[in-house]
C-alpha cells in the first residue's frame, strides 16, 4: 500500500529528519531573539534625548555591561570635575610579570618623553657636579691654569664688568618680554571655548547601571554628580522613563573585545570596534582627568597611529591600500594590546557599577 502525502507537505517533506528541522528551528528563534535583543529607540525617546542633548551610552567591560550618560558642551560652560580621594593617575614605566610569562621587547611601554627629558637633564647635572670644576665648567688636565691678572689691568676689569651687567640686565627684560608675551598667549588660547565630553560621574569615578531600571531611579534622585550642572538636567529628571534609555548603534562599545581582537592578527582586527573604542576612551580619559589614558591616545602615540591606520583603512579606495600596509607595521598582538589593556585597566579602576 502507498504512502499517502501528509496534510502539511508531500511525503519527500515528512521524512526529512527531525534533528535537521530542529537546527532549522533553532537558528529562526536566534534571529528573532537577536532582533529582539536590539531594541530600536521610539521617536519619543529621541525627542527627549535631542531635548535635554544628552545620550545614553552602553560600555561592555569585562566586569560586565552597563548604561551611563554622557553629554558634549563648551569649556566655559563646565567647572573642573570634582575628583574625590581618587589616586593620582600615572603612567607605568614597567609591569609584574607571571612566573611563566616571558617579557617580549615590543611589550615595554614607551616611557613619557618628559620623562626622559627630566632623567636626561637630571643624570647631566649629576655629572657635572660630580667632576671637578672652575667657575661651573669642568677641568680640562691638559689645559694650562690661568694665571692672576695682573692690578695693572682693573680699571678695563672694571668696566669690562659694567658692559656685562648691563647686558645681563638687558636679557634679562628680553626674557621677562618673551615670558610675559607666551603667557599671554596661552591665556588667549585658553580663553577659546571647545566642545569637551562630560559624563555621569561621582567623585572621580565613572557611573555605569547594569540596567535602565537602575539608571532612571538615579537621574530621579538628588545626588552630586557631573552632569547635574547641565542647565537641561532638572528637564531629564522629570520626563525620563526606563524605557527611554535605549544607545543609538554608535554609542554602544565593546572595550571588553578590543585586546582579544587585537591578539587574533592583523587579518582579524575589527576596525570599527578599534576605532569606537579609542573614541569613548579618549573622552572618558579627559572627563575624569585619566593623564594615562590621554598619553596613550595622543597624536603620535602608537594607539593613534594605529586608530589613523584603521580609519583609512575603513575609507577604502586607493589610499586604503597603503594604510594596511601602515598598520601591518604596528605590532597589534603585542604592543597595541599591551597599551589597550593598559588604558582598558584605568578606565575600569574609575568605574563605580551600580545596579
Avoid: C
Wanted: no cysteine; hydrophobic share 35%; proline share 5%.
Amino acid at each position: 500500500m502507498a504512502r499517502q502525502p501528509s496534510e502539511t507537505g508531500s511525503a519527500e517533506e515528512s521524512d526529512a529528519p527531525l534533528e535537521e528541522l530542529e537546527i532549522e528551528d533553532e537558528d529562526d528563534l536566534g534571529d528573532d531573539l537577536e532582533e529582539a535583543e536590539a531594541a530600536e529607540r521610539s521617536a519619543a525617546s529621541d525627542a527627549l534625548w535631542t531635548d535635554v542633548r544628552i545620550q545614553p551610552i552602553e560600555i561592555a567591560l569585562q566586569a560586565g555591561v552597563g548604561f551611563t550618560l554622557r553629554a558634549y558642551r563648551l569649556s566655559t560652560d563646565l567647572r573642573e570635575p570634582e575628583l574625590g580621594d581618587r589616586e593620582d593617575d600615572f603612567l607605568p614605566t614597567g609591569r609584574d610579570l607571571t612566573e611563566d610569562e616571558e617579557l617580549d621587547e615590543h611589550e615595554l611601554p614607551e616611557m613619557d618623553e618628559d620623562e626622559l627629558t627630566r632623567q636626561a637633564l637630571a643624570a647631566a647635572a649629576e655629572a657635572d657636579g660630580s667632576t671637578d670644576t672652575t667657575d661651573g665648567k669642568a677641568a680640562d688636565p691638559d689645559k694650562p691654569a690661568l694665571t692672576t691678572p695682573e692690578p695693572a689691568a682693573e680699571t678695563t676689569a672694571g668696566a669690562t664688568g659694567e658692559d656685562k651687567a648691563a647686558q645681563t640686565a638687558s636679557e634679562s627684560s628680553a626674557d621677562e618680554t618673551d615670558a610675559e608675551e607666551a603667557d599671554a598667549e596661552e591665556e588667549e588660547e585658553a580663553a577659546e571655548p571647545e566642545e569637551v565630553p562630560v559624563f555621569l560621574s561621582e567623585g572621580g569615578k565613572l557611573l555605569i547601571f547594569r540596567s535602565a531600571e537602575g539608571l532612571v531611579e538615579y537621574i530621579r534622585g538628588e545626588h552630586d554628580h557631573e552632569l547635574r550642572q547641565l542647565d537641561t538636567w532638572n528637564e531629564l529628571r522629570q520626563r525620563v522613563e526606563p524605557e527611554d534609555v535605549v544607545p543609538l548603534d554608535e554609542d554602544r562599545y565593546e572595550l571588553d573585545l578590543v585586546v582579544e581582537n587585537l591578539r587574533a592578527g592583523h587579518d582579524a582586527v575589527d576596525p570599527e570596534l578599534i576605532i569606537q573604542a579609542g573614541e569613548v576612551s579618549r573622552d572618558i580619559g579627559y572627563a575624569l582627568r585619566l593623564q594615562s589614558v590621554i598619553n596613550s591616545l595622543a597624536p603620535g602615540s602608537p594607539l593613534d597611529d594605529l586608530d589613523e591606520g584603521l580609519r583609512d583603512v575603513e575609507t577604502g579606495g586607493f589610499r586604503s591600500f597603503f594604510a594596511r600596509r601602515r598598520v601591518r607595521k604596528i605590532e597589534a598582538q603585542t604592543t597595541a594590546a599591551l597599551g589597550w589593556r593598559t588604558v582598558i585597566g584605568k578606565i575600569s579602576a574609575v568605574v563605580d557599577w551600580r545596579d
